[in-house]
């Protein structure tokens, strides 16, 4: 199982980032292997959709980060993609604490547990 982390460095020793569309890094790891794939990320208008279509194409169930840019959050919301809050969290703390169920998740593109829209994942 694949899982996309917006991170601040291209390891698992990284900090998960706090805005999905300005990370330096996306992370997919293998949770099954902890493999870790990092793809650098350079922001310009539109890279948050395109990030989120790199998760996607990547089959990710899920990504960790903090906030979203309305597109970007309804891209991987409408394709069922679960988002989790930890950011300023370690990529290795996250996952751990992901395993566990102790993340909150992410119900709007704030960042936040309240729920808007019509995304109910």
């Given at each position: ?44 208008p539109g ?75």
């Amino acid at each position: 199982m694949n899982i996309a982390i917006t991170a601040d460095g291209a390891t698992l020793d990284s900090t998960v980032f706090n805005k999905f569309a300005e990370t330096p890094y996306l992370l997919i790891v293998n949770v099954d292997t902890m493999t870790c794939t990092p793809i650098a990320h350079t922001c310009s208008p539109g890279s948050d959709e395109e990030l989120a279509q790199t998760v996607l194409k990547h089959r990710c169930e899920a990504v960790i980060t903090g906030k979203f840019e309305k597109r970007a959050f309804n891209v991987l919301a409408d394709d069922g993609v679960t988002r989790y809050a930890a950011a300023d969290m370690s990529v290795r703390e996250s996952l751990e604490k992901m395993d566990k169920r102790q993340l909150e998740f992410i119900r709007n593109p704030d960042g936040t547990a309240t729920c808007s829209g019509d995304h109910h994942h």
